[in-house]
T-cell receptor, first 114, second 116 residues
Framework: GENVEQHPSTLSVQEGDSAVIKCTYS??????FPWYKQELGKGPQLIID?????GEKKDQRIAVTLNKTAKHFSLHITETQPEDSAVYFC?????????????FGKGTKLSVKP | NAGVMQNPRHLVRRRGQEARLRCSPM?????VYWYRQLPEEGLKFMVY????????ESGMPKERFSAEFPKEGPSILRIQQVVRGDSAAYFC??????????????FGQGTRLTVV
C-alpha cells in the first residue's frame, strides 16, 4: 500500500540552530503535503503545508520544499527555540482526494536544548 | 470560534464493553475524518464522512467499528466489544470541503481510550 517515510525519528539541536526533517512518499497522485506539530497530550496542529504546484513555501522561521520528481519533501526550521520542541509529522494526501484524507509519517521528536 | 471538539478526552472501558467517541467539527465544516494513533506512532486514517454519508472507510476494521455523521449532531465513532488492542488515541479532523478543494483539515484534541 501507499506509505510515507519520515527521517530522522529523533532530532536534538541547540537553541538557535536549524532543524531539517525529511519525508518521502510513494503515491504519485498525492498533491497535498501538510506538516503537523503535536505536543504531549494534544492533537496535531497544522504548521505549514504545500501543494504539488509549488516547490517551496516559507512562513517566518518555517519553510517546506517539495520535489515531486523524487517524491520527497522537507521541513526546515531556522533559529530554533525551546518551544519548538515537539513531535512533527509529515503527511501526504491519499491520491488526489480530500485534504483531510492523509497518510502520515511516523513522526520526528525534536528537542531544542537551551 | 471553537475548534474541533472531541469528547470525552479520556475513556476507560472494560473488555467487551462499547466505546462511543464524539466529534463536533469546526463551524461551517461538513467533512469529518477519524484517525487512530498508537503510542510512538503516526496517525492512521480510519474513515472519512460527510453529513449522512460515508465517503471512504478503507482504514476502518470491518468488524466492531462503525462511524456516522448524522444530519444533526456530532460525528460518532463506535467500537463494540472493545479489546485491549483498541487502546489508542482517536483523533477527529474536519475540513470545509473535500475532494481536493483548497481547504486544510484541523484536528481535535483527541479521545484517549484505555481498555482494561
Amino acid at each position: 500500500g501507499e506509505n510515507v517515510e519520515q527521517h530522522p525519528s529523533t532530532l536534538s539541536v541547540q537553541e538557535g540552530d536549524s532543524a531539517v526533517i525529511k519525508c518521502t512518499y510513494s503515491d504519485s497522485a498525492s498533491n497535498y503535503f501538510p506538516w503537523y506539530k503535536q505536543e504531549l497530550g494534544k492533537g496535531p496542529q497544522l504548521i505549514i503545508d504545500i501543494r504539488s504546484n509549488v516547490g517551496e513555501k516559507k512562513d517566518q522561521r518555517i519553510a517546506v520544499t517539495l520535489n515531486k520528481t523524487a517524491k520527497h519533501f522537507s521541513l526546515h526550521i531556522t533559529e530554533t527555540q525551546p518551544e519548538d520542541s515537539a513531535v512533527y509529522f509529515c503527511a501526504a494526501s491519499i491520491g488526489g482526494g480530500s485534504q483531510g484524507n492523509l497518510i502520515f509519517g511516523k513522526g520526528t521528536k525534536l528537542s531544542v536544548k537551551p | 470560534n471553537a475548534g474541533v471538539m472531541q469528547n470525552p478526552r479520556h475513556l476507560v472501558r472494560r473488555r467487551g464493553q462499547e466505546a462511543r467517541l464524539r466529534c463536533s467539527p469546526m463551524k461551517g465544516h461538513s467533512h469529518v475524518y477519524w484517525y487512530r494513533q498508537l503510542p510512538e506512532e503516526g496517525l492512521k486514517f480510519m474513515v472519512y464522512l460527510q453529513k449522512e454519508n460515508i465517503i471512504d472507510e478503507s482504514g476502518m476494521p470491518k468488524e466492531r467499528f462503525s462511524a456516522e455523521f448524522p444530519k444533526e449532531g456530532p460525528s460518532i465513532l463506535r467500537i463494540q466489544q472493545v479489546v485491549r488492542g483498541d487502546s489508542a488515541a482517536y483523533f477527529c479532523a474536519s475540513s470545509q470541503m473535500g475532494g481536493g478543494m483548497d481547504t486544510e483539515a484541523f484536528f481535535g484534541q483527541g479521545t484517549r481510550l484505555t481498555v482494561v
